[in-house]
């Protein structure tokens, strides 16, 4: 297990086996020192976990347990493309879209989620660039779809 993968465990958060593609695309793709992941829902096994729109039928808190899953099946995806999370050098974007009732402005709060568990587990290589913004619809009625840019050791 990798010094980043014992970390997750620590904190209560055990990597997931990779989600498996529901389309035509691939999970992650490795261009160069980077690997892009693809928009990862909050799926456990073949079930979205957390549907409907943060604001009226799920609660923001939710939301950051969303995120929070997405992020952690988006680094199951780079670690299969990679086969090691400690080859991450640093945390380059996250991309947050949060399926949002009218009105509902806090997308940030939400992506949060995801985005301190980065800190916590990479430390400062954690810190990262960020969208979090609000949508009306997402792919299987998920509340979040987060997408993940990791800059990678040499191949």
């Not at 980077?34 to 957390?50: A, N």
């Not at 680094?75 to 009732?101: C, F, H, M, P, T």
Request: with cysteine; proline share 6%; glycine share 10%.
């Amino acid at each position: 297990m990798s010094t980043i993968e014992q970390r997750l465990v620590e904190l209560g958060h055990p990597l997931p086996a990779p989600a498996a593609p529901i389309a035509s695309y691939v999970p992650a793709l490795r261009t160069g020192n980077l690997v892009l992941c693809s928009g990862q829902l909050p799926i456990i096994g073949k079930e979205v976990v957390f549907q409907g729109k943060v604001g009226h039928d799920i609660h923001e808190e939710h939301g950051q347990h969303a995120a929070r899953l997405c992020l952690m099946n988006a680094l199951a995806a780079i670690k299969a493309e990679l086969g090691n999370l400690d080859y991450v050098r640093r945390v380059v974007r996250v991309e947050g879209y949060v399926q949002s009732a009218p009105g509902f402005s806090k997308q940030p709060v939400v992506i949060n989620g995801a985005s301190d568990l980065l800190v916590q587990v990479f430390g400062d290589k954690g810190k990262h660039t960020r969208i979090a913004v609000g949508v009306s619809e997402l792919p299987l009625n998920a509340a979040v779809e987060l997408a993940l840019w990791v800059e990678v050791d040499p191949a």
